[in-house]
């Protein structure tokens, strides 16, 4: 009981804090239109989010040992959904439907989802690897006691699955309005069982949450315009996954 409310309490604060948030990024998709400005409100909101973030180093040891004592119960089969949700091979896969599905429909505005929130992914990712490989901070699960053991093996800062959800969710928010809570609260979910599967420290996933969300947003400012020059096509050969972006000059 307690696990399903800690779920749901943080579920409800996250979306909810995002998708207000997100009103100060909205953009206007009417005929593929983009501001050309940056809103003022964009700046409070870093400034905000970071704060939290760096407020949250303090309570990472706290937070991670009241989780574990009162909410850990093992994995199951939603925390291994979320797991898969925000884990790179299953999103190439759940890519490759959506592709398939676009070819049937022949709708150029999924196709430029699709291309958004791959783009939004993979810059995501490439910032995520290199705050891993440069402060090699260990996991909690790994030690326990010590929120602060940036060492020389671990790969705790940041969460790649927080930043991944959020950069891939955050463009389909962006997209389809109408589904944005269900966008953002996958996000949140993902972010939220790294916790409670003791892979990540609060910090972490925080960080995650905020480059994946003002990736996606940056995305979803610049790139929609040369939307109409880009074409992906994702396959497997031997095995082997991969994702072509083709350009036309």
């Known amino acids: 009981m307690k696990r399903a409310f800690f779920i749901i309490t943080c ?13 100060y990024f909205r953009l206007n998709f009417d005929n593929q239109s983009l501001p050309d400005h940056i809103l003022p409100n964009e700046k409070n909101f870093a400034i905000v989010v970071g ?8 309570f990472d040891q706290s937070i991670r040992n009241y989780v ?40 150029s505005y999924y196709n430029e989802t699709l291309m958004l929130s791959l783009m939004s992914l993979a810059v995501t990712q490439g910032i995520t690897e290199a705050f891993k490989q440069s402060f ?30 959020w950069a891939y969710f955050t463009v389909f928010a962006g997209r389809f309005p109408q589904i944005r809570w269900v966008a953002y609260g996958l ?36 790139s929609v315009r040369y939307a ?18 083709q350009y036309r000059f």
């Open 187 to 222: 996000a949140a979910c993902v972010s939220l069982s790294r916790i409670y599967e003791d892979a990540h420290w609060t910090s972490d996933i925080l960080l995650g949450a905020l480059v994946g969300y003002c990736v996606g947003r940056f995305m979803l400012r610049t």
């Open 11 to 23: 579920f409800c604060l996250l979306t909810s804090a995002y998708a207000k948030f997100n009103d």
């Open 136 to 165: 090699r901070r260990t996991r909690p699960r790994h030690s326990p006691d010590n929120a602060f053991d940036f060492g020389i093996s671990g790969d705790s800062f940041f969460s790649g699955h927080s930043s991944g959800a």
């Open 51 to 58: 704060s939290m973030f760096a407020v949250s180093f303090l």
């Open 228 to 245: 109409d020059r880009i074409n992906i096509i994702p396959y497997v050969d031997m095995g082997k996954k991969y994702v072509l972006v």
């Open 68 to 107: 574990q004592k009162e909410f850990y119960g093992g994995s199951n089969l939603f925390t291994e959904f979320l797991y898969k949700v925000g884990d790179r091979n299953y999103v190439f896969y759940g890519t490759m439907a959506l592709y398939s599905a676009n070819v049937i429909l022949q709708n």
